[in-house]
Nanobody, 126 residues
Framework: VQLQASGGGLVQAGGSLRLSCVAS????????MGWFRQAPGKEREFVAA????????NYADSMKGRFTIFRDNAGNTVYLQMNSLTPEDTAVYYC????????????????????WGQGTLVTVSS
């Protein structure tokens, strides 16, 4: 599985961005998909995850109510809608795939995700 993230950019505080991650291959629809981020000098952290069916989602506490993860299995794409952005959201955002198929169980650990995109930079100015 190859993942290609896009949609990052420069936005003012309070603004919104939508990130996209397009996957290659025919098994995308069976995987849990996640978004992570890494700010300069910090470890990569969990942002959100969505089950293969989109029935279950999970968010890091600081993203709840501001970020929404959703997917289009027909288009092999997972999205992250980010609203009410703050400078603390500045980071490189990565999409990732958990290769356990047809599961509704979502993990927030990077070790559970086997496939990673190249990252897209989000910069939020104050």
């Amino acid at each position: 599985v190859q993942l290609q993230a896009s949609g990052g950019g420069l936005v003012q505080a309070g603004g919104s961005l939508r990130l996209s991650c397009v996957a290659s291959g025919r098994t995308f629809s069976t995987y849990v998909m996640g978004w992570f981020r890494q700010a300069p000098g910090k470890e990569r952290e969990f942002v959100a995850a969505i089950s293969w069916s989109a029935s279950n989602t999970n968010y890091a506490d600081s993203m709840k109510g501001r970020f929404t993860i959703f997917r289009d299995n027909a288009g092999n794409t997972v999205y992250l809608q980010m609203n009410s952005l703050t400078p603390e959201d500045t980071a490189v955002y990565y999409c990732a795939a958990d290769p356990r198929r047809y599961t509704e169980l979502l993990f927030s650990s990077t070790s559970k995700y086997a496939y990673w995109g190249q990252g897209t930079l989000v910069t939020v100015s104050s």
